[in-house]
T-cell receptor
Framework: TQLLEQSPQFLSIQEGENLTVYCNSS?????LQWYRQEPGEGPVLLVT?????EVKKLKRLTFQFGDARKDSSLHITAAQPGDTGLYLC????????????FGSGTRLLVRP | ETGVTQTPRHLVMGMTNKKSLKCEQH?????MYWYKQSAKKPLELMFV???????ENNSVPSRFSPECPNSSHLFLHLHTLQPEDSALYLC??????????????FGPGTRLTVT
């Protein structure tokens, strides 16, 4: 069974602080996606990383795919209250890229 | 906004009721998905349709019955549900081109409560 473990599960920080969320697996993925979900809504796709070692930036968010394509991280610089939400990573299986394996999520609260 | 709509947004039903959830995607995608999201559990894939054919059925109880009449519409028919089926049901779509990555776009979900 492929599992994606996210850490931490919960994070409460002050506005302006930096944070990193981790997504780890023992399995190799063909690609990995990060989503943000707000209460009462569906997940919204933030980024897809495909190449081992790839780094993508989205404003204050930096996403990295591990060299071996087994892990990923999301770093947020100078967090804002608008960053509050549930962050989900999802890996695409090597044998079936339409099937995503989701992590259990990191719930982030950014206090003003 | 995301191009995937779901109705209803909230549903309360008794265990003997029959209801249906509807999903519509306006993105021109050819694959659609049903997921279940329960508290403190990762998203669970229930069904996948690609080119209107069911390609994945993850040991979902028969009280859940999917239907995909065309590539833009997906239904989830519900009957004789149990209280543990209460959850957020999410629909998603993607473009299956034969090569990855298949980025999935989600609807807002239907919050289902079974009483």
């Amino acid at each position: 069974t492929q599992l994606l473990e996210q850490s931490p599960q919960f994070l409460s920080i002050q506005e302006g602080e930096n944070l990193t969320v981790y997504c780890n697996s023992s399995s190799v993925f063909s690609s990995l996606q990060w989503y943000r979900q707000e209460p009462g809504e569906g997940p919204v796709l933030l980024v897809t990383v495909v190449t081992g070692g790839e780094v993508k930036k989205l404003k204050r968010l930096t996403f990295q795919f591990g060299d071996a394509r087994k892990d990923s991280s999301l770093h947020i610089t100078a967090a804002q209250p608008g960053d509050t939400g549930l962050y989900l990573c999802a890996g695409a299986r090597m044998d079936s890229s339409y099937k995503l394996i989701f992590g259990s999520g990191t719930r982030l609260l950014v206090r003003p | 906004e995301t191009g995937v709509t779901q109705t209803p947004r909230h549903l309360v039903m008794g265990m003997t009721n029959k209801k249906s959830l509807k999903c519509e995607q306006h993105l021109g995608h050819n694959a659609m998905y049903w997921y279940k999201q329960s508290a403190k559990k990762p998203l669970e894939l229930m069904f996948v349709y690609s080119l209107e054919e069911r390609v994945e059925n993850n040991s979902v109880p028969s009280r859940f019955s999917p239907e995909c009449p065309n590539s833009s519409h997906l239904f989830l028919h519900l009957h004789t549900l149990q209280p543990e089926d209460s959850a957020l049901y999410l629909c998603a779509s993607s473009q299956d081109s034969g090569t990855g990555p298949y980025e999935q776009y989600f609807g807002p979900g239907t919050r289902l409560t079974v009483t």
